[in-house]
């Protein structure tokens, strides 16, 4: 958690990434998954910065809307900059949710973080109602790479492991490659 309390209190860090210099085509596939059910709330986990908070309020104005992070620094700038409550420190790990609570579970570039993905997608199964999107910042490969550095994870994950892990979740599910990103859609049956 260190590592994201540093790189939050950047403010050079957190403001490149709100001004769209850290820009993705993922993101707005990823998006426009979020948006072709008309949720009516959404858990966005790995907050960060707050881009995808920006953006969904641009389209849905009256969503329900809850971002998490891990940094306390991160969920303390988002809740100064936008004075309300949706904000909330927490983990992938262990969601601070009930169950089936968000019609979309979405998460971007936080699961090659983790020291394993199915404990995060098994938590963010849980506390979807409709949807849950992933975005992996490369591309799955023939083997898995765990890689520790300093004090946070930089995994690569094996697609056939990954793969066969959703199918134990739902076999309705979409892996769609972009910009050498991964979006996965698993929808809940």
Not at 9 to 25: C, P, Q, T, V
Request: overall charge negative; charged content about 30%; aromatic content about 10%.
């Amino acid at each position: 958690m260190q590592h994201w309390d540093m790189r939050s209190a950047k403010d050079d860090w957190f403001n490149m990434m709100r001004n769209g210099k850290e820009k993705h085509l993922s993101h707005d596939v990823a998006e426009e998954c979020i948006f072709e059910i008309n949720p009516e709330s959404i858990l966005d986990v790995g907050v960060g910065p707050g881009v995808t908070y920006e953006r969904i309020r641009e389209r849905i104005k009256n969503i329900k809307y809850v971002g998490v992070d891990i940094s306390q620094i991160a969920i303390n700038k988002l809740s100064e900059m936008y004075g309300n409550n949706i904000f909330v420190q927490g983990s992938l790990m262990n969601l601070p949710m009930d169950d089936n609570s968000f019609d979309v579970c979405y998460t971007r570039h936080t699961l090659e973080h983790c020291e394993y993905y199915e404990k995060p997608i098994l938590e963010l199964f849980r506390v979807a109602k409709k949807r849950v999107i992933i975005t992996l910042f490369h591309e799955l490969i023939n083997d898995d790479k765990i890689v520790i550095k300093s004090d946070r994870y930089l995994n690569y994950y094996d697609r056939s492991k990954f793969i066969n892990f959703i199918k134990t979740l739902s076999s309705d599910y979409t892996e769609i490659s972009v910009d050498n990103n991964i979006v996965i859609i698993i929808n809940k049956e």
